[in-house]
């Protein structure tokens, strides 16, 4: 016992944390030779590998390829196919005077079902990438899903209703496909439900991370119906409060029930050239078909949808299963929770084995582990000053020593606070430690409230937790007093939140009833068993938020790592009683130290700067043409300059790189060298008035992709149109007002205001095309640990023109 006593926190939270890891591993591809009413991974990649072979960004040359592709296979699995061109838009900032615009065709294959006039499945997925990216994963990954499940559900057809799969143009520009679509498409009317297809990474199990309105009935199809069913209502409930956005937020806008899904691991290939098809983990799109096909099969078979009721609480279990309820069963299981918490508190009370004040001690204990987790691991966010996209993605060449070291470094703190409070340490220490650390925040990026508040909180909790010795029972009761009243009030305010509180209490209160109830027999044997209970309860729910934990980091814990401290604080109480026994040892301390050295090298060599060949950073370099002053640049938009960029600006012994704006487009001060001019075909920029109209008309030069307008007049336009079509575009006299087109028709676009009185307005467009200038010095091939982001390798070229009236 005495061994087990030493080891059990260790071999518990090991097998919690492997567990955890393994349960987020995707299944195994499933070969061509599967049944054909099956999902295949290596059917569907090929699909994948004939998308995925070079960019092909909206309004590139490459997309044609693609579009062609598509179409070809839609046809050949006999579905009704047709193409629907269209204009999307997405408006920028609260200003109104950022507008996005494309040109957009969308493709729509519909697979018929025995009764047309039921509401129709739709399955929506986007077949443009970003620049500079193959995007096999975003989104060649959903259209090629798509595409299988269209096959497989053919092959087990007919249904009873319709199938409608969207391949969506423009998504990357701004949704702006997604757009065209629910806002003027025909075909809306029969939608009844929408189930989209994403990826922010090329690997990993793909989750259902955002629902529709009305989700319960819903929820339970997708609960019975899909393989690994993977998802909870807690990411869906954060989910709604970011600025995150995808194609289904169209779908959600316009109050359609669905489910969306993505795979998120190994991020480093989201939006990069990594985004190839022999880089993506072939299982990611195994589980993304698993899950869709027998969901849109059993929704398809359906005599009706299913009804919209009250939005459900669940949870997958370690990937295996999902659990699914309404509100009404998460109140009742909180009454269980309290039921047995109470029990205990009242048998420890009765019995001696705990005071009132060493419950209270409990409850600020686990508040300080929150607190200190979550101190420690925001100030490593400032540390790590993630200032733009090039620090964001230079972390995520190491994004898995980053991950383990916060994870070990929120241990260490939740084994100090526990080794001090079993210990009885003196609370001077923890108390001015706190307040330094919470200072220290502000040390790093100016001033900080919320490291200072998080200072504040632990230098308090450390005074009512610490400075007496507090027994097993009491901190494993207040922990779970703590936990049982943020779950009530989670209930309240946003019951889909409740899983990842509800459940960790419930398996650490069963643990304690156990305990208490049966404990304090002097047979050995009851006691073991006991033991290995609490233990495997303990097991069980680090291993849950271990997967949980690991896959909001990996959404969210870049820009604050400290969302990990949330995990820690839910993983302590089931932990409690084998932690104590280990905190009760002279070893640790010591432990604590050494997990929290490691935690600190993890992320040291996870911050260090530049890239690897198989894990390259980012880097950018484009020509641009000033046509207006005659004057030519190489541009590179990123904070920090590597020795390839360095290298490639000064281009034939031009100007050091030095930073500078470029306005209109470039407001901020960006790295910029002087370069020759050469000659590069010029976009037909005119700014005209006929009566009280303002006209401003590009023509783009062959081969442009996209079109950016800015406009800046001295008096406020009114009545703003965009070929002829009515926009929302607002102007405001003095500054300027843009307006960024995707796929510009080669015979132009026409932007166009009502004038009043008199006034001038200053116009410049700035027009991108891939490659460099035919005779413009070639760069030199990028090293192995380099990679092109964003707009770099393309020409811009910028002219300017006016007006006054």
């Known amino acids: 016992m005495k061994t087990i006593r030493f080891l059990g926190f260790w071999i518990c939270l090991a097998l919690g944390l492997a567990l955890g890891a393994l349960s987020q591993q995707p299944p195994p591809p499933v070969g061509v030779t599967a049944p054909a009413t099956a999902f ?62 494309a040109a957009v065709q969308n493709l729509i294959g519909i697979l018929p079902g025995r009764d047309r006039s039921l509401p129709a499945i739709l399955v929506m997925s986007h077949y443009d990438s970003v620049h ?21 559900l053919k092959a087990s057809g007919p249904h009873a209703r319709d199938v409608i799969f969207l391949f969506t143009d423009a998504e990357e520009a701004g949704l702006l496909g997604a757009d065209a679509f629910f806002a003027r498409d025909p075909s809306l009317a029969r939608v009844g439900l929408v189930v989209n297809m994403e990826a922010r990474g090329d690997a990993g199990r793909a989750a259902m991370f955002q629902t529709g309105p009305g989700n319960g009935a819903l929820i339970g199809v997708f609960g019975r119906e899909a393989k690994g069913a993977s998802g909870n209502s807690m990411a869906s409930t954060v989910y709604e409060k970011m600025p995150n956005d995808t194609d289904f937020t169209h779908a959600v806008n316009k109050g359609l029930p669905g489910l969306n899904l993505a795979f998120i691991d190994n991020q480093l290939a ?83 084995g705990a005071s009132g004040w060493e419950i ?23 540390l790590l000053m993630i200032d733009g996209v090039q620090r964001y993605y230079g972390l995520l060449t190491r994004f898995d020593f980053l991950l383990w070291g916060a994870g070990l470094l929120a241990a260490a703190a939740g084994l100090g606070v526990a080794t001090a409070q079993a210990r009885g340490a003196r609370r001077i ?10 200072g220290a925040c502000s040390l790093v990026g100016g001033f900080d409230p919320i490291g200072l508040g998080l200072g504040l909180a632990a230098s308090v909790l450390a005074a009512l937790a610490l400075g007496f010795r507090t027994e097993v029972l009491g901190a494993w009761i207040g922990g779970m007093i703590v936990v049982l009243l943020l779950a009530i009030a989670a209930q309240v305010l946003a019951p889909g939140a409740t899983v990842m509180l509800t459940w960790p209490l419930l398996v650490a209160a069963v643990g304690a009833a156990l305990v208490i109830g049966i404990g304090g027999t002097r047979d050995k044997r009851v006691a073991l068993a006991l033991t290995t209970v609490v233990g495997l309860l303990a097991i069980l729910s680090t291993a849950q938020l271990a997967a949980w934990g690991g896959w909001t980091f990996a959404g969210v814990g870049l820009m604050e790592p400290a969302v990990l401290a949330v995990f820690a604080m839910l993983a302590a109480p089931a932990l409690s009683p084998l932690a104590h026994d280990f905190a009760a040892t002279r070893w640790a301390w010591r432990a604590a130290g050494i997990m929290a050295l490691v935690g600190v090298a993890l992320t040291a060599n996870a911050a260090r700067l530049g890239g690897e060949p198989s894990r390259p950073a980012i880097t950018q370099a484009l020509h641009v043409a000033d046509l207006s002053t005659g004057k030519a640049w190489r541009v590179a938009g990123l904070t920090r300059l590597d020795a390839w960029t360095r290298a490639v600006l000064p281009d034939d012994g031009g100007s050091e790189p030095r930073q500078q704006a470029l306005a209109p487009f470039w407001k901020n001060p960006v790295w910029m060298s002087e370069t020759r001019v050469v000659p590069v075909a ?31 007049p001295s008096t406020p336009l009114s009545q703003p149109r965009l070929n002829g079509r009515p926009i929302t575009l607002a102007t405001q006299a003095g500054e300027w007002s843009s307006l960024t087109y995707h796929a510009p028709d080669p015979n132009g ?34 090293p192995a640990d380099l990679m092109a982001f964003g707009m770099s390798d393309k020409t811009a070229v910028l002219v300017r023109g006016g007006l006054s009236w």
């Open 40 to 101: 295949s991974a290596d059917r569907a990649m090929a699909d994948v590998a004939a998308i995925a072979q070079k960019p092909h960004p909206t309004g590139s040359a490459e997309i044609a390829r693609v579009r062609d592709h598509l179409l070809s296979r839609i046809n050949a699995l006999r579905l009704e196919v047709s193409v629907r061109p269209g204009e999307g838009f997405s408006q920028h900032g609260s200003d109104g005077r950022t507008l996005s615009a």
């Open 132 to 152: 500079n990216s193959p995007g096999a994963a975003d989104d060649a990954s959903g259209t090629a899903a798509a595409l299988e499940i269209a096959r497989a």
């Open 270 to 352: 989201y939006h990069t050239p990594l985004s190839r098809p022999d880089h993506l983990q072939r299982g990611s799109l195994q589980h993304m078909g698993d899950q869709v096909l027998p969901t849109v099969r059993a929704l398809a078979n359906a005599s009706e949808l299913p009804a919209r009721t009250e939005n459900a609480i669940y949870s997958d279990v370690l990937g295996l299963f999902m659990i699914r309820y309404p509100p009404a069963v998460g109140w009742a299981l909180l009454a269980l929770a309290a039921a047995l918490v109470g029990f205990c508190a009242w048998r420890a009370l009765a019995g001696r």
């Open 360 to 382: 209270a001690r409990g409850a600020a204990g686990l508040l300080l582990t929150a607190a200190s987790a979550g101190l420690v691991l925001h100030l490593l966010g400032r």
């Open 429 to 438: 220490i923890p108390c001015v430690a706190a307040l330094v650390l919470g």
């Open 682 to 712: 010029s976009p037909q920029l005119t700014v005209d008035r006929a009566e009280d109209r303002l006209l401003i008309r590009l023509i783009p030069a062959p081969g442009a992709e996209l079109v950016s307008l800015r406009l800046r």
């Open 749 to 782: 676009i026409t932007l166009s205001f009502s004038t009043a009185g008199p006034g001038q307005v200053e116009v410049a467009a700035l027009e991108h095309r891939d490659g460099w200038p035919t005779l413009a010095k070639a760069p030199p091939p990028k």
